[in-house]
């Protein structure tokens, strides 16, 4: 080969050469650009990665911190509750026998309280009108006077002769006396405990008035207002259920005077408002030529009323008892003046 040849194979040799890198810088050069800002993209990423996982390891580390803050405050919690609640078992187990006793002594205190008012009642039915009517003016009561009702009536049916008789009896064979001091509970101090009315402590005060049974004033032969009043009554009543075995109204009247002094009768109201008035105590009858009758009643009241006058005032007002002589019990049939009693009786 010649030179000449040689060199131009060289030539060619390096012109292609060139050519085809030409044509492969062409080729590839987009992809290396585009790898090249890919790789710029990564490590921007890259780099705002290694940021936040910085900023993540410092708030993991508080984090920790705080967790472990809170894991020691809630074991100190823990202790707290179980101390606390070894305390509250404690302070429960006590204030049940607390409890226990505390309800012990509120129930005795309660049965306390009710003896003392129990007692106080007593009293009360012993001294006390209407409280005694229980007592005094019953079935059993009435029956252990029936022999000497039937001794003084004879067994008479005549209404108005028996009750004469009947009132006669006690003008002639029961002396007025006066009753003895009773005692009885005049105030009382309370408290409430456990929802109960709890009495702790009282006062107490006498009064001179005893109520006797009607069995007991004939025995004895003796008695005050109260008493010959509620004989008589009794023994009427004994004579219309019994005897006569037919009832009417009868009154047990209590009375209070205008100088505040009390006196008891029996009123017997009888039809187109007429009333007999019968007074054992205090001599007083319903009557016209010596014998029992009766009289329009605001007349009558107002002749009773007037015959007090010279020792205990004119009536300031009049309670009339209507009793149940089966077990004691009783109604206020009226209550008030002279005046408005007779209007009641006048309409009845």
Not at 7 to 14: V, W
Not at 47 to 63: A, D, G, V
Not at 230 to 240: F, G, H, Q, S, T
Request: hydrophobic residues 30%.
């Amino acid at each position: 080969m010649t030179s000449k040849n040689a060199t131009l194979l060289i030539i060619g040799i390096l012109t292609g050469g060139s050519f085809g890198y030409i044509l492969a810088f062409n080729t590839y050069a987009p992809k290396v650009y585009e790898l090249t800002s890919s790789l710029t993209v990564l490590e921007d990423q890259y780099q705002s990665l290694s940021e936040e996982h910085i900023t993540i390891l410092s708030n993991y580390k508080t984090l920790t911190q705080e967790y472990e803050t809170v894991s020691n405050q809630k074991n100190s919690l823990q202790n707290q509750y179980t101390t606390l609640n070894s305390r509250y078992n404690t302070l429960q187990y006590n204030y049940n026998d607390l409890s226990y006793d505390y309800d012990k002594v509120c129930g005795y205190l309660n049965e306390l309280s009710n003896g003392i008012r129990n007692l106080n009642d007593t009293l009360r039915c012993y001294t006390g009108i209407p409280e005694s009517f229980c007592r005094v003016l019953n079935e059993e009561e009435l029956d252990k006077i029936g022999s000497t009702v039937s001794s003084i009536t004879h067994g008479s049916e005549d209404l108005w002769y028996s009750t004469e008789n009947i009132y006669e009896y006690i003008i002639d064979n029961i002396k007025y006396t006066h009753d003895v001091e009773i005692p009885y509970i005049s105030l009382y101090y309370h408290i409430s405990l456990n929802n109960e009315d709890i009495i702790t402590s009282f006062n107490t005060d006498t009064i001179m008035n005893y109520i006797q049974t009607p069995e007991y004033t004939i025995e004895y032969k003796q008695g005050d207002c109260d008493d010959q009043a509620i004989l008589l009554y009794a023994m009427i009543k004994y004579y219309e259920r019994v005897i006569y075995e037919t009832e009417y109204t009868l009154y047990l009247t209590h009375i209070e005077f205008t100088d505040n002094s009390g006196h008891v009768a029996v009123f017997m109201p009888v039809q187109d408002g007429q009333l007999c008035i019968l007074d054992p105590a205090g001599h007083y009858l319903t009557s016209r030529y010596g014998r029992i009758t009766q009289k329009v009643a605001s007349t009558e009241l107002q002749k009773y009323s007037d015959n007090w006058t010279s020792t205990t005032g004119h009536i300031k007002e009049i309670t009339l008892y209507k009793i149940n002589v089966v077990d004691g019990s009783y109604v206020i049939s009226a209550s008030g003046t002279l005046d408005e009693i007779s209007t009641f009786l006048e309409k009845t």
